[in-house]
């Protein structure tokens, strides 16, 4: 039961900045919420292997092809510790996993844009790994220790992989004309899309405030972005890409780049299934799972009969 | 043998034979692994076949630095992606599709079981320094290619019905590519002359008691051994499956052969 006395106790340890572990006692409410936040999180990194791994077998020289199969697999690796992560709160792989696949769990809507040229790559990297960065540098702060350690980490990782994905977009954006075309047009692609990963505007998050308060989360969605576009308008001046927003401006008032309208439309339809490759990225997940089924129950009629061996032997 | 494959005279035409045969290999097989990548049975083997992919590159890579260093080309990159399939020189059965798990599976055991004991071999051998320096880096991750490839023929072999008929139909239908692991030309006899290549049928034995005591173990039965070997890949007489895989892999730095990829 989560009486008051429980709840008060749990909320004075979130307002004193402690982590919650696995086995401390919290509200149903805060476990739930956490298992859709790091699954939906975990799911991201799985489907975001689909676009990136389309340029794996075109990728352009033996050292971007490397570069960018390291990459995958640290994603996978993200999808690991962060379903790890989830069995923590007392969930099973199995059943998060069949959530998305068969159900109505959300994964980052960022993965269902397709990616058409190698510049996409490396517009994923710096946008798009650029954008998750801002989230999870802030997630590392959350209050359930499982998850802050897990986004240290994978921040670590995502840092490297904006570096890498900024350097091949620089040496793109000063190359041919094919190249800067290429360059170019996937940010004008890329640029918006990015802004929507924060989430939907502070008024209209329903999540956002019993988040903070339980110190999950410690910015809002409109805080993150507008330190995201701060940031990433000094970049692309750096490497001569223009973003595609003839409203940026720059506030001296308040230290920040405004930046034009955001197409919500277009965020609601792409997160009700309406993306350009919504379809196509469960598919390939469902895929996966249903003709690796009878690879999962070999391994495990193995392990099974392996056991009953050493049981006969001792 | 080609009509266009030179039988090498020198040490240093040979020696490039040599890297460029295991370069090929080894791109190739690794490209097949890539094409897992988001695709795997479970998230697990996402990252172990991503990771067997990465290394087959890496050695490819370094392998064809080497020879890039030795013929004046500009880098790695030439032989990946400026030559054409009868260029190629990796043996059939790395080209192949990928298949289903199974067939994955068995084609890196098989594989990594051969270049176990050539890698084990070609150390003695093989003097030049930096080579031989390359081949022990590489030894070390074979170790564990064949491990896991190993564990999981077991896995499969001895699970269930399923998949017990899925891998051994996968040994049915690659056996006949397996010759060219043992099949030497003159250009191997050359390179075996000049220190650089080992008799690779000196341990046939050995990977076939490797790889029927594997089968042995996971309850799967032995391949028909007097069944036709398929042959002449390594000189450029490949299956029709390369011809898209490079097509593939090479068509944006073919697109764009003047601008800047590295």
């Known amino acids: 039961?989560?009486?008051?006395?429980?709840?008060?106790?749990?909320?004075?340890?979130?307002?004193?900045?402690?982590?919650?572990?696995?086995?401390?006692?919290?509200?149903?409410?805060?476990?739930?919420?956490?298992?859709?936040?790091?699954?939906?999180?975990?799911?991201?990194?799985?489907?975001?292997?689909?676009?990136?791994?389309?340029?794996?077998?075109?990728?352009?020289?033996?050292?971007?092809?490397?570069?960018?199969?390291?990459?995958?697999?640290?994603?996978?690796?993200?999808?690991?510790?962060?379903?790890?992560?989830?069995?923590?709160?007392?969930?099973?792989?199995?059943?998060?996993?069949?959530?998305?696949?068969?159900?109505?769990?959300?994964?980052?809507?960022?993965?269902?844009?397709?990616?058409?040229?190698?510049?996409?790559?490396?517009?994923?990297?710096?946008?798009?790994?650029?954008?998750?960065?801002?989230?999870?540098?802030?997630?590392?702060?959350?209050?359930?220790?499982?998850?802050?350690?897990?986004?240290?980490?994978?921040?670590?990782?995502?840092?490297?992989?904006?570096?890498q994905g900024y350097e091949m977009l620089a040496k793109m954006a000063s190359g041919t004309d094919e190249q800067k075309k290429m360059a170019q047009d996937a940010v004008n692609r890329w640029w918006w899309p990015t802004l929507m990963m924060f989430g939907p505007p502070d008024s209209d998050s329903p999540n956002s405030a019993e988040l903070i308060k339980w110190g999950v989360k410690t910015k809002t969605n409109d805080e993150l972005r507008q330190s995201y576009v701060d940031r990433m308008v000094m970049e692309a001046e750096v490497i001569d890409i223009k973003l595609p927003d003839p409203d940026l401006k720059y506030n001296k008032k308040t230290g920040h780049w405004e930046f034009g309208e955001i197409p919500w439309d277009e965020f609601w339809a792409v997160v009700k299934g309406n993306g350009p490759m919504n379809r196509e990225r469960i598919k390939a997940r469902k895929n996966a799972y249903e003709d690796g089924e009878w690879v999962r129950e070999a391994a495990i009629a193995y392990a099974r009969k392996q056991k009953l061996k050493e049981g006969k032997a001792s | 043998m080609s009509t266009f494959d030179k039988i090498p005279e020198t040490k240093e035409e040979a020696f490039l034979e040599v890297l460029l045969r295991l370069a090929d290999d080894r791109l190739i097989h690794g490209h097949r692994l890539s094409e897992w990548c988001g695709h795997g049975p479970e998230l697990e083997e996402d990252l172990a076949l991503a990771n067997v992919a990465l290394d087959m590159i890496g050695h490819a890579a370094s392998l064809y630095s080497y020879a890039a260093q030795l013929e004046g080309k500009p880098d790695e990159d030439y032989y990946a992606y400026f030559r054409d399939d009868i260029d190629f020189k990796n043996i059939a059965l790395v080209e192949l599709p990928k298949g289903d798990f199974a067939f994955t599976i068995l084609r890196q055991f098989l594989f990594s079981a051969f270049s176990f004991f050539n890698y084990r071999e070609l150390i003695k051998t093989v003097k030049d320094e930096q080579f031989n320096g390359m081949l022990q880096k590489h030894f070390k991750e074979i170790k564990y290619h064949?491990?896991?490839?190993?564990?999981?023929?077991?896995?499969?072999?001895?699970?269930?019905?399923?998949?017990?008929?899925?891998?051994?139909?996968?040994?049915?239908?690659?056996?006949?590519?397996?010759?060219?692991?043992?099949?030497?030309?003159?250009?191997?006899?050359?390179?075996?002359?000049?220190?650089?290549?080992?008799?690779?049928?000196?341990?046939?034995?050995?990977?076939?008691?490797?790889?029927?005591?594997?089968?042995?173990?996971?309850t799967l039965q032995k391949p028909d051994n007097d069944q036709y070997m398929f042959e002449g890949a390594r000189s450029g007489r490949h299956t029709e499956y390369l011809g898209p895989l490079l097509a593939q892999m090479q068509f944006l730095r073919r697109s764009h052969p003047e601008a800047e990829w590295k």
């Open chain 2, 146 to 218: 064949l491990r896991h490839s190993r564990e999981w023929v077991l896995r499969l072999g001895d699970g269930t019905e399923e998949s017990h008929r899925r891998i051994q139909e996968a040994i049915d239908e690659i056996w006949m590519y397996t010759g060219e692991f043992f099949h030497l030309d003159d250009i191997d006899k050359a390179a075996i002359s000049f220190n650089l290549y080992t008799d690779t049928s000196a341990f046939k034995k050995e990977w076939e008691s490797l790889v029927f005591g594997t089968f042995e173990e996971a």
């Open chain 1, 1 to 163: 039961m989560d009486t008051k006395e429980k709840l008060d106790a749990f909320q004075d340890r979130i307002d004193r900045g402690e982590k919650i572990e696995p086995k401390d006692w919290m509200p149903e409410r805060y476990r739930q919420q956490l298992i859709r936040m790091i699954s939906q999180h975990a799911h991201s990194e799985i489907v975001g292997m689909l676009p990136e791994g389309n340029w794996i077998p075109r990728a352009p020289s033996l050292k971007r092809k490397m570069v960018l199969l390291a990459k995958v697999q640290d994603e996978a690796g993200h999808g690991l510790y962060l379903y790890s992560a989830t069995e923590t709160l007392g969930a099973r792989r199995q059943d998060v996993v069949e959530d998305y696949i068969y159900g109505n769990a959300k994964y980052s809507s960022i993965f269902n844009y397709p990616t058409l040229t190698y510049a996409d790559i490396c517009v994923i990297g710096w946008l798009v790994d650029g954008a998750a960065i801002v989230n999870q540098t802030m997630l590392a702060k959350s209050s359930y220790g499982p998850y802050a350690r897990a986004n240290l980490r994978i921040c670590r990782e995502e840092s490297f992989h904006k570096k």
